[in-house]
């Protein structure tokens, strides 16, 4: 089992810059696919990105294509998201999990594990 531990929120400006980091811990984390979500108040859970166990394939929701990028390192069992030109839209709190079932990478039904979740605030 892959536990998590989400970092790197907080609040910046509109147009600004932030990386978060998941921390994963147990020895089979390089099996799963991991997936970044967020949920906004209000609003249900969305992935907003996803990767493939080697990093080769990638998944990004439409509204944040060509500004985030997600990366992982099997060798420390970390995942990070890069969040580039913030908009308040994006405001919410981002989660990442491991992926454990079959499916879409859009779809948080195949995602488990998730984490306690980092605060980004994106002000106007």
């Known amino acids: 089992q892959v536990r998590v531990e989400e970092s790197g929120g907080g609040l910046v400006q509109a147009g600004e810059s932030l990386s978060l980091s998941c921390a994963a811990s147990g020895h089979t984390f390089s099996a799963y696919a991991m997936g970044w979500s967020r949920q906004a108040p209000g609003k249900e859970r969305e992935v907003v990105a996803a990767i493939n166990w080697s990093g080769a394939n990638t998944y990004y929701r439409d509204s944040v294509k060509g500004r985030f990028t997600i990366s992982r390192d099997n060798a420390k069992n970390t995942v990070t998201l890069q969040m580039n030109r913030l908009k308040p839209e994006d405001t919410a709190i981002y989660y990442c999990?491991?992926?454990?079932?079959?499916?879409?990478?859009?779809?948080?039904?195949?995602?488990?594990?998730w984490g306690q979740g980092t605060q980004v605030t994106v002000s106007s």
């Open positions: 999990a491991p992926k454990v079932a079959s499916g879409p990478y859009s779809e948080t039904d195949y995602y488990d594990h």
